[in-house]
């Protein structure tokens, strides 16, 4: 009985300790839980999606896949921050058969001189833990313009596979006249990243 009541006792400590472990694990909307250094985009859990206006009756919604990306992490001095984004334009990806196809004709991106649009960032501007702004420069087509994307931390801290991790919810708008698209593609497009970045 008393080697039973040992094994309990020593299990439930284990148990304890297991769960305290992951308690501590858990990702916080605190930007300051990440260790500043270099991050890397992970692929695998970062979208880039368009919202394009479709003849003023709704939304086209139209997602595309990074190829790199890195972050310089400074929670202590937002000025030392930085990003850099570069995304496939041959990747887009749309619901209506064969219109991806033809967007990445000469008419719409003209993947074929332009395979990438990138985004540098040229400031951060940090409002409270888990919000601000990030100035930069986003090139699409050839076309350099500034803009600013409003940004949400989702989480940061320890990643389930060892390592650091932040990641980040980015909103901008741009216009559309801007990139040399057809006329008949008005008004403003919202693009939206969902990012991870990792440092191991």
């Known amino acids: 009985m008393l080697h039973t009541r040992r094994l ?9 300790l297991f769960a305290a472990g992951a308690a501590s694990a858990e990702p916080t909307r605190d930007a ?5 250094g270099a991050y890397t985009l992970d692929i695998n859990h970062t979208a880039v999606t368009a919202r ?12 595309f896949t ?13 000025a030392n ?6 995304v496939s334009t041959a990747s887009i990806l749309t619901p209506v058969e ?9 008419r719409f991106l003209n993947v074929a001189q332009f395979p990438t649009a990138t985004f540098v960032s040229t400031a951060f501007r940090q409002t409270d833990a888990a919000h601000g702004q990030v100035d930069g420069t986003l090139t699409i087509k050839g076309v350099a313009k500034p803009v600013t994307f409003d940004v949400e931390l989702v989480g940061a801290g320890a990643g389930m596979r060892g390592g650091s ?14 990139y040399s698209l ?6 403003q497009t919202q693009i939206v990243i969902d990012a991870e970045f990792g440092k191991h």
Not at 8 to 16: C, D, E, M, R, V
Not at 182 to 187: E, M, N, T
Request: glycine fraction near 10%.
């Open 8 to 16: 309990f006792t020593a299990a439930a400590a284990a148990l304890a």
């Open 32 to 36: 300051s839980a990440a260790p500043a």
């Open 52 to 63: 394009v206006p479709h003849g003023g009756f709704s939304y086209e919604i139209f997602r």
């Open 66 to 78: 990074p190829t790199a990306g890195t972050l310089t992490w400074d929670p202590a001095t937002p």
């Open 81 to 86: 921050n930085s990003v850099n984004v570069t």
């Open 98 to 106: 064969g219109f991806a196809a033809e967007l990445s004709g000469q």
């Open 165 to 178: 991790v932040i990641g980040f919810h980015a909103t901008t708008l741009i216009n559309n006249a801007d």
């Open 182 to 187: 057809p006329g008949f593609i008005q008004g």
